[in-house]
Structure formats: C-alpha cells, structure tokens
C-alpha cells in the first residue's frame, strides 16, 4: 500500500521526481504562518522625495515568507539587488536628463559613488543618491523570473543644498502602514550630529546609521503608531541632545523657520522664532 505522500503507481514517476512532489506536498500542507494583511499604496513613487514642501511616506504590500531586510550606507555596502536596483535607479535618472522631465532644468548628473542611502525590505527596495548638485531617489519591486523591475522616481537639484533645516533633515520615509507600522527613513545630517535615534513613543528607540552626511533606519517589528509621536531625536559628539522633531511631520511644518548666516529665510514660513540653517557637506 502506497503512503498517501507517495504519488501513486500509475504516474510512473522518475525518483528524482517522485521525491520533489513528495517534498511539495509536505510543504504544502505543513502549517502556515498568519497572513499579512495587504496594504495599500499611499503615495506615488515619483513623488517621494520633495525637499520644499515635505516629504511624501508611501505603504507597500509585505510579501509572505520575505523577510530580508538590508540597510546600506554607500555603495561599498551593497547586496547584489540593492546594486541591481541602485544602477536601475540610475539608468532611469539618466533618461529622465535626456528627456528635461527632471526638475528645474539643472542637469543633476549622478554616479554609484553618489548612493547614499539603500534599503531592501522583502521585495522592495528604496535607494536614495545625493551630490553638491541634486539627489535621485527610486522605489521599485525587484524583478521576478524572467521580468524587468517595476516602479519609479524623481531627480531633482537642490533648492538649498549646501543647508539643512537645523541638525537634520529627513528626505525619504516609508512605512508598512499607513500610519506607522515598520518604516525605513533616510536623509541628511549637518557635522554637528554625532547620533541620531528614531524615538518609537513607547519607550523603545531605534538607532540610525551616519555615513558621510546621510542618514539611514529601518525598523524591525517596530509597530509605530502615528499618535504616539514617533520622533527623530539629534544628539551631539558630547551626548546632548540638540534637536527633537516628530517623524511624520513634513516639512512644511516644521515649528520653526531657518535662515542663512545673512538672515535669509531659506525653510518654513518667516515668523520671530527661526533658528539657523545648519551647514551640509557630502
């Protein structure tokens, strides 16, 4: 009598093969983990960095059984996707030039020595470059068998470039929901940052990796949640603290305005509080 895994005589099955449907079967019937809900899209990947009015979050679908989670600083850190994605990311920059479709009409000419920031989470993946002239920034789902991979982005030059608005400034947030979630958050921080933390509001933090004036976490299990006012907190070489502002907050609503050495007011809405601009070097 035939085990009911065993495929049954009359198939005639190779062993080679026999053994494979065995394994299938086994798998397939063997338990399951819970299902994660599906999330929706909230943001368009062509609008996800915009520096003068905020910084736009978008909410991917979590792929079953893909867990791999990747945060590079630089291109000396890169798995084989992210190097993949990064030079897609690239290319599409690289068109965009040729056709004019890339901001103000400044040619931001961009190179993997540039790559800032790249996350992977499952089979998503964001990649941030920045130079003195502009900054790319793709998001895409890697490729399958036998596909290209899909998504898109945006270049632009900087409209302020050489300031950030005080210690930090955050250019990329994603998160898996819609509200929180886990989120993967990158951007800019002046010399002045010796540690930067994402505090959760719940009594939990993540720490952030600095490389040459860029910033990038990813959290694992994080749950965040909007209305506990999860806040990136900027500390100096010393330990102090010297600047607080909520994760979700866009840019153009930052509590304070930021002015140039001359008084210009280069961020937020000029007001009797602005602080200074704080100087960025790649």
Known sequence: M???????????????????????????????????PRLRVAVAAAVLL?????????????PDGRTVQVLAMGPGELSPTLRDAAEQCLRWSA???????????????LSLADLAVATERGNRVLVLF???????????QSAGPNQEPSGGGSAESW????????PVQR??????????????????????VGRLVLDHGDGRT???????????????GARLKADDDPQLV?????????????????????????TTPSGTVIYGKPATNCLPAEAWKR
């Not at 198939?11 to 063997?30: E, F, G, I, N, T």
């Not at 993540?206 to 990038?216: D, P």
């Not at 010393?238 to 930052?254: K, N, T």
């Open 171 to 192: 250019l990329l947030l994603t998160s898996t929901e819609f509200d929180g979630g886990d989120v993967s958050v990158s951007g800019r921080v002046s010399g002045r």
């Open 50 to 62: 915009v520096v003068t009015s905020g910084v736009a979050a978008s909410v991917w679908d979590r």
């Open 234 to 258: 900027s500390y100096d070489d010393q330990g102090v603290e010297i600047d607080r502002r909520p994760l979700f907050q866009a840019e153009d609503q930052l509590d304070h305005c930021y």
């Open 159 to 166: 409209p302020h470039g050489e300031w950030l608005p005080g």
């Open 2 to 36: 035939n085990e009911i895994l065993d495929p049954p005589v009359e198939r005639d099955l190779p062993p080679v093969a026999a053994r494979k449907m065995r394994a299938h079967l086994l798998h397939a019937v063997a338990r399951r983990p819970a299902r994660t």
């Open 95 to 109: 068109r965009e030039e040729k056709t004019g479709s890339a901001g103000d009409g400044r040619q931001v000419l």
């Open 206 to 220: 993540t720490v952030a990796r600095l490389s040459g004036g860029a910033f990038g976490l990813m959290t694992t």
């Open 130 to 140: 920045m130079n003195d002239v502009g900054y790319a920034t793709c998001d895409m």
